[in-house]
């Protein structure tokens, strides 16, 4: 089946989006909060170990997902048909450590402190001039923005970096392969054909991939690489989407996963676990969030519900947040939702009470921007997702105005930048 060109500008959106303790003690506000969700799922038929939202994963039924340690070649010949994945046995999640989760008081901790951060703490300043681009993302040290970019005058596409400092700096070229970070900051990708090239920058050797040209997330601990199938447009809601892995050198590439409507949205910062998002049934509205283990393809169920979107792990991979919508019949069931990942929370989803948009600050803390269909000035709050203590940080003063969700949070927490909705240009505070 024909497939989509790769789009680097989405490519570098998903680099963006993976700026990727425990607290012992549950937190008051999880217990019992699978009762807000309870009758998500009434309608629909139990796909997963997870019925409700209120209990830890239990071995009472089959993982919706496709046989561990097929290879790519026979899923290659088996053909890409709609037909329901294959049913594998279930899993049982192991037990993992975790660092402490809060301050030691319980509340917020003081926001974080960067070396030589010229912004003011409230004060809005333009980093990129106005028209410039979408989907920037940051510089690993938070010192700077990349950007894909074509601009008048120039002999061809790169990537641009543009610094926060000095004030009035211009953009300059960073990578004129157009390689984009994906997870492990040792490695950059480029598409080559159907084939994606790794470029090891400790010594500048580079292999290749049997993507066949699909998206391509390299795990945080650089072991593994993740693709999965691409076709650009409805078909990708509509297919079987299969998710493959490899060694990070290409070794041993196999089928993990195959779901309608995949996609990988991060790895954990550890391991080699990958959050999956799809459908387990076709013609049906109900996704799955699951944890895949990329080596040997297990799955771990997270959540369910209708029409899921935006799933983002937080830096530690503690906490995913994601939004449930279009639910018309009982749209008290849609809203964005926090799922914890640790073992001991499993399956015990809390309800967020705003609708918006939403970042990752630091492990623990959300950022959100409620949606105000006025279109005045947005207000930034942040939550710490272990207390659900909630304040505004940035309040409409600023005279923030947010261009189609095009926004993102430093990785060390000091500085959000934003694609004006007026001039189209990057702001940050």
């Known amino acids: 089946m024909r497939r989509a060109a790769f789009s680097l500008t989405v490519g570098a959106m998903c680099a963006a989006g993976g700026l990727l303790i425990v607290q012992q ?27 409700g939202w209120d209990a830890p994963a239990a071995a009472d039924g089959p993982h919706p997902q496709s046989t561990p340690g097929r290879t790519v070649a026979s899923a290659r010949a088996d053909g890409r048909g709609d037909r329901p994945p294959v049913i594998s046995p279930d899993i049982t999640p192991a037990p993992s450590p975790h660092p402490a989760a809060v301050s030691s008081d319980g509340q917020l901790a003081p926001a974080p402190r960067s070396v030589d951060r010229p912004l003011f703490p ?15 993302w940051w510089e690993a040290d938070s010192s700077g923005l990349d950007f894909i970019d074509h601009p008048p005058g120039s002999q061809s596409t790169a990537i641009y970096t543009a610094k926060l400092w000095p004030p009035g700096g211009q953009p300059t070229v960073l990578d004129t392969a157009v390689g984009l970070a994906s997870g492990a ?14 470029h090891d920058t400790t010594d500048g050797s580079e292999w290749s991939l049997p993507t066949d040209g699909n998206p391509v997330r390299i795990t945080p601990d650089g072991t593994r690489a993740v693709w999965w199938e691409s076709w650009g447009g409805r078909a990708d809601i509509d297919n079987l989407v299969r998710v493959y892995s490899a060694d990070i050198h290409g070794a041993d590439p196999h089928e993990l996963v195959a ?24 013609d049906q509205a109900l996704f799955v969030l699951g944890l895949l283990d990329t080596v040997g393809g297990s799955m771990i169920e997270l959540a369910r519900g209708t029409f899921m979107s935006d799933a983002t792990l937080s830096p530690d991979g503690r906490w995913v947040a994601f939004t449930l919508s279009l639910n018309h019949d009982h749209p008290e069931r849609n809203g964005v939702f926090l799922a914890p990942t640790f073992v001991e929370e499993i399956g015990r989803i809390k309800k967020l009470e705003f609708e918006g948009a939403y970042r990752w600050r630091t492990p623990n803390r959300l950022v959100y921007v409620p949606m105000h269909p006025d279109g005045s000035n947005h207000i930034v709050w942040e939550m710490a997702a272990d207390s659900g203590v909630a304040r505004p940080i940035i309040g409409p003063e600023a005279q923030i105005r947010i261009a189609n969700n095009d926004w993102s949070i430093s990785p060390d927490g000091a500085t959000m930048v934003w694609v004006d909705e007026r001039g189209r240009g990057l702001w940050a505070v």
Not at 186 to 195: C, V
Not at 264 to 278: D, H, I, N, Q
């Open 259 to 282: 779901l309608f409507g995949a996609m990988v949205p991060a790895c954990m910062p550890e391991g080699a676990r990958c959050l999956v998002v799809g459908r387990p049934v076709k």
């Open 122 to 136: 409230g004060r809005p300043r333009q980093i990129v001039p106005d028209g410039c681009c979408t989907g920037a």
């Open 25 to 51: 003690q549950r937190p008051d506000w999880l217990a019992g909060a699978g009762d807000a969700l309870g009758r998500m799922t009434a309608n629909v038929p139990p796909l997963g170990p997870i019925a």
């Open 185 to 198: 900051a040792r490695y950059r990708i480029r598409q080559s054909g159907t084939d994606s090239i790794v």
